[in-house]
Nanobody
Framework: QVQLVESGGGLVQAGGSLRLSCAAS????????LGWYRQAPGKQRELVAA???????NYADSVKGRFTISRDNAANTVYLQMNSLKPEDTAVYYC?????????????WGQGTQVTVSS
């Protein structure tokens, strides 16, 4: 089992910044991918950004150039720096952990943290 605890959400005005953090604990494999997803009301959950244990990153087109994902492997923590926030970034943001073996993929989710961007 892997536990994920997010922090850093809140209310911010358009154009502002927020930094999300997610600390992972438990049975963590050294090779894994940590990511952030978000889900707005009435919409499907979507990938925001992901980062592998060797630092390769992937971003949704809608956040490229505004959001930066990073991780501290020693602390098993992933961060999402969100700049130039827009009202359409309003959503619940979920931390995600993935590790795949030959036989099985392990996926865990955090409880979510609300990000609200006012116009």
């Amino acid at each position: 089992q892997v536990q994920l605890v997010e922090s850093g959400g809140g209310l911010v005005q358009a154009g502002g910044s927020l930094r999300l953090s997610c600390a992972a604990s438990g049975n963590i494999f050294s090779i894994n991918t940590l990511g952030w997803y978000r889900q707005a009301p009435g919409k499907q959950r979507e990938l925001v950004a992901a980062i592998t244990s060797v630092g390769s990153t992937n971003y949704a087109d809608s956040v490229k150039g505004r959001f930066t994902i990073s991780r501290d492997n020693a602390a098993n923590t992933v961060y999402l720096q969100m700049n130039s926030l827009k009202p359409e970034d309003t959503a619940v943001y979920y931390c995600n952990y993935r590790h795949a073996t030959y036989y099985k993929e392990y996926i865990y989710w955090g409880q979510g943290t609300q990000v609200t961007v006012s116009s």
